[in-house]
Each structure stands twice: as structure tokens, then as C-alpha cells.
């Protein structure tokens, strides 16, 4: 009772407000829940937008900045309102929003200076923290039970048993910082602009050294996800895929043995391997890795997109093209995809163009009521894909890779002619980096099509060269991103070919197609 009274004296003196929250029971006809319904719909792109339809003022006006204002407090109150009980948190999610805003509970209650229940509701938190490895929490939990065991309970015993915990996690809150500091520091290496893979895996080995007895004093679950991750870079930035695969099998048995399922670590790690899988062609390893990923994972999520997004990836790289289509039918028909971040739009767009290539090849049967590969409308693709240039360059290598088969292949060669010049500028502007090598040799192979005017033994005898150059760096081996490669070039290349014959075309320059 002591504590319950201490807390209703506390809202007694301290008159609370109604609280003004974004939930199930509010007045939908308000600018402030319009302004949130807005938003949440994707209806206003900007605060000029908002500012104009709700004011038709500059965003800068004060009644714009009121009503924004107003809305984001509203939000900011609702996060101590989040249902937990949704199916979509696992348990160390709701361990950990649970735990922190108990903790922001006890911070309040030690202000006001009700110590007893800022004590009790401590030692409440105290077993998920510890069960979940809330080590910066931990600290902070034993550190004030310390001082009231010294200064409430007067209880010597209790003292040096929170003395004895606070100074046994303070010792591993430091460890997290240092695994997080030399992970961060290798992760800094990929942002320089002149980085070289050997310099990633030295780095990385003498990091991993450096981490490993650390690791070993401590099992905790962020010292071994920092310090994993850089293991498996150790391999991964020399493309040994063989070795990765061992490195996250052994930090995916870690992981499995904790007292929880470790989802993001999990996650990481098969991710990891389904790229290893699809570099090796490896089907059905990088299937299982794919499989056993999608199952802890929430459908609808960002990460559940990205995982069939590499698996999508392994489906081509192996020529099942058909379940590569069913893959894509998943995700594109998702209503959870327009709420994604656009790099993950645009993706399924590049996605959808490669499908719809390989259906007019016949590599690929969609369902009788899938009309959207009636008629590729290049323009309107390119219209789709465009942020690319902007954010990510070699994401535009696919893109204008794809708009050259599709016209070579409608027999578009005028059209053809003008893209693959563009195709050649792009790549002596971008393409001169040894991750680029194998791009540039593909794109040398599409730049002799228009040279040996569309005719196909002609082209044929020609390509011998750069074949050659992409058959001594194959995927496996290439420094090069991931993603770059939809469909290998080499099986792009014979697609290609197979769309020409032999016969010579006379480019009409009066009438560009």
C-alpha cells in the first residue's frame, strides 16, 4: 500500500492533463488528425504541400508550424502508448520498450523523489534486463539500486551484491563500446571513396584479433554481433564465400543457443549467407538459408522484402526463373509495398523489368490473369527508376542494361543505337574501377551489336575477346556489389545474342524509331 500511496500523492499534486495521443479514439475531422492521416498516406511529400492544403500558406507560416508542432507532440505522447501485445513484436522487442519505459518511470518517480517505488519498479525490470542483455540499461538499473540499498534500505549485504553487479556490467558496457567502436570504424572504411578490399580484410582481421578475447570473457549478445560481423568480413571482402558461409554458421549456432531468438543477428547472418549461396550457385543451400530466414521475420516488414529480394536474386543467378516470377508476384502484389522506402520500390521495378524480358523469351509463364506484361513501356520504366542516378550510380547499370535488351530485342536497333551511346558515356564517366570490370566488359559487348550492324555471327566472332575477359573474372570472384548483376552477364549475353540474326541492319539516321 506504501507504494500505491506514494504514487497517488504524486498525480494528486502533479494534476494530469487529458492526454492528447494519435490512437483509435480521436476526432478524425481535426487538421491535427488530418495532417496525421496525410502523412501516414503519403498524401503530403512536404511541409509545403501540408502548408498549402491546410492554410494555402508558406510552410513557414505560424499556423503551419502550430499545427505541425502540435501533431508532433501528439506522436511523441503516443510512444508510451504503443500496444506491445501486436503479433509483430517478438519477445526482445517487447522486453526492450518495455523495460526503457519503465525505466523513463523510475527516473520520473526518483525526481519526485518517491524512492521506494522508483525501487520496486527497478527491481521489476531487473530480469528482462538481464534475461535480454540490456547491458547500458543494467548499469543503470544497478547503479541506483546501489546507492538505495546504501541509503533506503541500509542493507550492507545488498550493497556489495549491486556494487558487485554494477561494476561487473560496467566492465561489459565498456567491451560493447569497444566492439561497437572497431565495428563502426571497418564500416567507415566501404564510405571512403579510394577504399580497397584488401585494406576491408586486413583491417578486419587485426579488429577481429583485437575483439577475441573479449569476446571470449564475454558471451553478450551485442559484443558477439559487432564483433561476428567483422569475422565475417574478414572473408567476405576477399569474396572467399566459402569461408563466410563457416563464419555465420558460427554465429548463427551462437545466437541459436541464447535464451531468446536473436532475430536481427539471425536475420544478418542467413541474409549473409543467401548472397554467398547465389555468388556460388548454390540453389538449394541458399533456398534453406532463405527459407529459415522468412520464417522469423514479420511478413510485410522492410526486412521480409529484402530477404525475397535476394532470394529473388538466387532464383535468377540459378536459372529458376519461374519461381523467380512467383517470388516477384509475392512482393509486387503485397499491399505493404507502396509503404516502403523507395530504394525498395525501385527495386521491384528494375525486378519487374528483368521478369518481363525473360516472359517474352519464354523463360518465364505468369498466371492467366497477370496482365501486366501485355507491352513493356520503356518511358514509363524510365520515369519509375529515376532516383537511382541520383543516390546510387551503380544501380543504374542494371537499368540501362535492361532498356538495351528490350530494344534490341522489339528490333528497335535505331533506338538501340542512341541507348547504347548513352550506355558508352556512362561508362567512361563511371565504370573505370576494378568492381566495375565486369560491367564494362559487358557493356563493351553490347557497344559491338550496333558496330557489327545487328548481324549475329558477325557479333559472335567479335565478342570472343570480352567473353574471355568476363569467363576470367566470373561472379564468384568479381569486386563488385551484389546487386549489380540480376541476371549473370554471361547468361544475359546468350539471351542477347539469341535475339539477332544473321542478317546486316542499315541504321536509318533520317528516322530515328
Known amino acids: 500500500m506504501r507504494i500505491l500511496q506514494e504514487l497517488v500523492t504524486i498525480i494528486n499534486k502533479n494534476k494530469v492533463r487529458q492526454i492528447e495521443v494519435i490512437g483509435n479514439q480521436y476526432n478524425k475531422d481535426t487538421k491535427v488528425n488530418q495532417l496525421y492521416e496525410g502523412v501516414l498516406a503519403g498524401q503530403f511529400k512536404s511541409d509545403q504541400e501540408a502548408a498549402t492544403h491546410f492554410f494555402n500558406q508558406d510552410e513557414k507560416s ?47 518517480l526518483t525526481g519526485k523523489s518517491a524512492k521506494v517505488s522508483a525501487n520496486e519498479l527497478c527491481k521489476n525490470i531487473l530480469s528482462p534486463a538481464v534475461k535480454y542483455e540490456f547491458t547500458d540499461l543494467l548499469v ?13 534500505e541500509r542493507d550492507e549485504k545488498n550493497f556489495e551484491l549491486y556494487n558487485e553487479r554494477f561494476q561487473y556490467y560496467t566492465q561489459m558496457w565498456l567491451a560493447v563500446g569497444k566492439s561497437e567502436e572497431l565495428y563502426c570504424r571497418l564500416i567507415s572504411l566501404y564510405h571512403r571513396a579510394n577504399f580497397s578490399k584488401q585494406e576491408i580484410h ?27 560481423l567483422i569475422h565475417m568480413a574478414i572473408y567476405m571482402s576477399i569474396n572467399d564465400y566459402v569461408n563466410t558461409v563457416k563464419a555465420c554458421d558460427d554465429a548463427i549456432d551462437f545466437f541459436e543457443g541464447k535464451s531468446y531468438v536473436s532475430v ?7 541474409n549473409q549467407k543467401l548472397i554467398c549461396y547465389t555468388q556460388l550457385k548454390e540453389y538449394e543451400a541458399g533456398r534453406d538459408a532463405a527459407m529459415r530466414s522468412n520464417s522469423i521475420i514479420q511478413e510485410g516488414k522492410f526486412n ?47 525486378n519487374e523489368a528483368y521478369v518481363h524480358y525473360l ?18 513501356k520503356l ?30 530485342l522489339q528490333k528497335r536497333y535505331n533506338d538501340a543505337i542512341d541507348r547504347i551511346e548513352a550506355v558508352d558515356k556512362y561508362c567512361y564517366r563511371y565504370l573505370r574501377k576494378d568492381d566495375s570490370f565486369r560491367s564494362n566488359c559487358f557493356i563493351k559487348l553490347l557497344l559491338l551489336i550496333p558496330s557489327c550492324s545487328f548481324h549475329k555471327a558477325a557479333v559472335t566472332r567479335k565478342a570472343k575477346k570480352y567473353t574471355k575477359q568476363l569467363s576470367e573474372v566470373p561472379l564468384e570472384v568479381a569486386n563488385q556489389p551484389h546487386e549489380v548483376e540480376i541476371i549473370p ?8 545474342l539469341n535475339s539477332l540474326e544473321n542478317k546486316f541492319y542499315k541504321e536509318n539516321k533520317t528516322g530515328r524509331q
Open 62 to 108: 505560424s499556423a503551419y508550424r502550430n499545427l505541425k508542432n502540435t501533431l508532433k507532440k501528439r506522436l511523441i505522447n503516443t510512444v508510451f502508448f504503443i500496444d506491445l501485445k501486436q503479433p509483430y513484436y517478438n519477445d526482445q522487442q517487447k522486453a526492450y520498450y518495455h523495460c526503457w519505459k519503465e525505466w523513463a518511470a523510475v527516473k520520473i
Open 140 to 152: 543503470e538499473i544497478f547503479r541506483l539500486l546501489r546507492s538505495n540499498a546504501a541509503t533506503i
Open 202 to 228: 586486413e583491417t578486419a582481421k587485426a579488429y577481429y584479433e583485437e575483439l577475441k578475447p573479449i569476446m571470449d570473457e564475454f558471451d553478450t549478445y551485442k559484443i558477439h554481433l559487432c564483433g561476428r
Open 264 to 270: 536481427l543477428a539471425l536475420q544478418t547472418f542467413l
Open 304 to 350: 521480409w522484402f529484402k530477404n525475397l529480394e535476394l532470394f529473388f536474386i538466387l532464383c535468377l543467378h540459378t536459372q529458376k526463373y519461374q519461381e523467380a516470377y512467383e517470388v516477384f508476384d509475392q512482393v509486387i502484389n503485397h499491399k505493404l509495398l507502396k509503404f516502403q522506402p523507395k530504394s525498395i520500390v525501385e527495386t521491384w521495378k528494375i
Open 359 to 376: 516472359v517474352i523469351l519464354g523463360n518465364v509463364k505468369p498466371r492467366r490473369d497477370d496482365n501486366r506484361f501485355n507491352k513493356f
Open 379 to 408: 518511358g514509363r520504366f524510365l520515369n519509375e527508376v529515376t532516383s537511382f542516378s541520383k543516390e546510387k550510380r551503380r544501380r543504374n547499370i542494371p537499368i540501362l542494361i535492361v532498356q538495351v535488351l528490350f530494344l534490341i
Open 489 to 496: 552477364y554471361e547468361t544475359l549475353w546468350e539471351m542477347a
